[in-house]
């Protein structure tokens, strides 16, 4: 069984967030896609973060349309700072094929992240977006070549557009009472909304 696995704040999740997962799916040809909020991410510490209830459910409502996916709440109910090798460890069966997305922001980081012989040891690794980029292009090569060369493991790029889109700038967004619909979802929107989420 081929499983993707998806983590993130996802505060809030968007449009990019829902069409790498949906490439993600379709490429690897996953029989599952578990979307994975974080609980508190490592780079976040020391942040206020959105509560993980709120999370989970903008989640539920972003990735409803990609059949086979499900949102996890592994993470948030374990608690404390969330390392993805543990998530890993915790997922991988012997009749599961594990599959890790992540952004280019993320995998170009992914070396200095808590046990990454591990994270390479258990699955593979897929980073999206931004290959387009020749400069970021470049960049994601070297990782994936010094990665290989340190970990060994399989690292893939995912061929997917890029929805030029961050959280940090939603929340902004949403804060000045500005409209967000090109980039979030109407339900997610509709919650956000519904309770009062990102106002100062």
Known sequence: MRVGIFGGTFSPPHKGHVNAASCFKKEFDLDALLIVPASVPPNKEGTEILPGKHRAEMCKLAFAGIPGCEVSEIELKRGGTSYTYLTLTELSAPDRELYLLMG????????????????????????????????????????????????????????????????????????????????????????IEKENLYHV
């Open 104 to 191: 280019s922001d993320m995998f170009l980081t992914l070396g200095s992240w808590r046990r990454p012989d591990e994270i390479l040891r258990l699955a593979t690794i897929v980073a999206a977006g931004r290959v387009n980029d020749r400069e970021i292009g470049e960049q994601m090569e070297r990782t994936r070549k010094r990665l290989l060369s340190e970990y060994g493991g399989d690292i893939r790029f995912l061929d997917n557009p890029v929805v030029e889109v961050s959280s940090t700038f939603l929340r902004e967004k949403i804060g000045a009472g500005e409209d967000v619909s090109l980039w979030l979802d109407d339900d997610v929107r509709n919650y």
